[in-house]
């Protein structure tokens, strides 16, 4: 299948590492040009070099964005018009919140979660709409989280901001569909990441067990029997964003191995 993504201008943002790590190298694969931000400059140059000789795409570019920074944003977005003229592609991708209870957040807690995994994406998508409504083209993929499905355990911050990504999913899918964007989220379950790893390990430290027996139990409960890999989770995103996707808006997809038990 062409995905028709060669010379495309795409931004995967929190891309030095990680599922936007993967996803920015499967783009690579298919030779577009791919601009990744990250909060660091060491990085982003390591990450930038290390997806050139991987891919054999020379056409991989960087910009340091703090997604919680709306000039960063800015000139995240300039920067790629600067290259390439337009944005084709927009995936829209950070860090997830700090794990813990409701009790245990305090304003600065609810303030920094709106502003990284809410605000930012509405930031990012109203710097690059412009240039999509201009080209009658455009594609956004919201990376989020399986709580938009089903709420998760000591995870109260990203049980409430990721579904916010969702109904702007959604809303946008409606207003942008004259101008042919396609708006779609998608959420990763239980991927090898960093950040599975971290969680992982509080949960052992809370449970008294090591990470590995933890590891082991979570195993258990996916259908497929273990975690996937962020490779497995970027392959379905790429799709999306591609040519290959002409009918596909406004939806939500989870890729966790049949985890979610929710409709």
Request: negative net charge; hydrophobic residues 40%; charged residues 20%.
């Amino acid at each position: 299948m062409d995905l028709g993504l060669q010379g495309k201008s795409v931004i995967v943002t929190a891309a030095s590492k990680g599922l936007g790590k993967a996803i920015a190298t499967e783009f690579a694969r298919e030779g577009a040009h791919v601009l990744l931000s990250s909060r660091t400059i060491e990085s982003l140059e390591e990450t930038a070099e290390e997806l050139k000789k991987e891919t054999g795409n020379a056409n991989i570019d960087w910009a340091v964005c703090d997604m919680k920074n709306a000039d960063d944003i800015t000139n995240l977005v300039e920067k790629a018009v600067e290259w390439n003229g337009t944005v084709d592609i927009l995936i829209n991708n950070t860090g997830g919140p700090p794990a813990g209870r409701f009790l245990d957040m305090t304003d600065k807690d609810w303030y920094h979660a709106f502003e990284l995994n809410l605000l930012s994406f509405v930031r990012t998508i109203r710097a690059v709409v412009p240039h999509m409504r201009k080209q009658n083209r455009g594609a956004i993929v919201n990376i989020a989280s399986s709580s938009i499905k089903q709420s998760l355990d000591n995870l109260v911050l990203s049980n409430t901001m990721r579904p916010g990504i969702v109904g702007l999913s959604k809303s946008l899918a409606q207003e942008l569909s004259e101008y042919n964007i396609l708006v779609n989220t998608v959420g990763p379950g239980t991927i090898k990441t960093d950040r599975i790893i971290q969680l992982n390990q509080l949960n052992a430290d809370k449970a008294g067990i090591s990470a590995e027996e933890l590891m082991e139990e979570s195993e258990l409960s996916i259908p497929m029997g273990r975690f996937g890999q962020p490779e497995e989770f970027a392959k379905p995103v790429v799709f999306l964003a591609s040519a290959a996707n002409t009918y596909i808006t406004g939806q939500t997809l989870v890729v966790d191995g049949g985890l979610v038990k929710a409709l």
